[in-house]
Nanobody, 125 residues
Framework: QVQLEESGGGLVQAGGSVKLSCVAS????????MGWFRQVPGKERQFVGH????????YDIKSVRGRFTISRDNDKNTVYLVMNILRPETTAVYYC??????????????????WGQGTQVTVSS
C-alpha cells in the first residue's frame, strides 16, 4: 500500500523553526521526486518546493527561499522540510507528495502520484 505520512507540525512562535518529516512506504522511494505543498482554508494548494529522486537538486519558491530547506534520506525513505524564521503567513496544512517523472522541478499538483494526509503548522505572532 502506497503511503506518505507527515509529522512534525504544531504551534510555533513567529521567528521560530520547525522540521517536518514525511515517511514513505509501499513504493521505491529512491526513484521518486518529492514535493512539499501547503494549503490554507479557502485557497488552492500551493507548491512550496521539490527535491529530485537522488536529492541532488532542490527547488523552492521565492517566498521561502533562504528560510526553508528540503532534504531527503533515501535509506530512511524520508523527506524533510525545515522551516526557519517562521511568519504568521506560514500557517497552513503542509503536505508531502511523490512524483515519478524524475524532472528537476515538479511544481504542479497534478504532477504528483500520491499525497500524505497533511500536518498543520500554526505560527503565532
Amino acid at each position: 500500500q502506497v503511503q506518505l505520512e507527515e509529522s512534525g507540525g504544531g504551534l510555533v512562535q513567529a521567528g521560530g523553526s520547525v522540521k517536518l518529516s514525511c515517511v514513505a512506504s509501499g513504493f521505491t522511494f529512491s526513484t521518486y521526486g518529492m514535493g512539499w505543498f501547503r494549503q490554507v482554508p479557502g485557497k488552492e494548494r500551493q507548491f512550496v518546493g521539490h527535491i529530485t529522486f537522488s536529492g541532488g537538486s532542490t527547488y523552492d519558491i521565492k517566498s521561502v527561499r533562504g528560510r526553508f530547506t528540503i532534504s531527503r534520506d533515501n535509506d530512511k525513505n524520508t523527506v524533510y522540510l525545515v522551516m526557519n524564521i517562521l511568519r504568521p503567513e506560514t500557517t497552513a496544512v503542509y503536505y508531502c507528495a511523490a512524483e515519478r517523472s524524475q524532472a528537476l522541478v515538479a511544481g504542479r499538483w497534478y504532477d504528483y502520484d500520491c499525497w500524505g494526509q497533511g500536518t498543520q503548522v500554526t505560527v503565532s505572532s
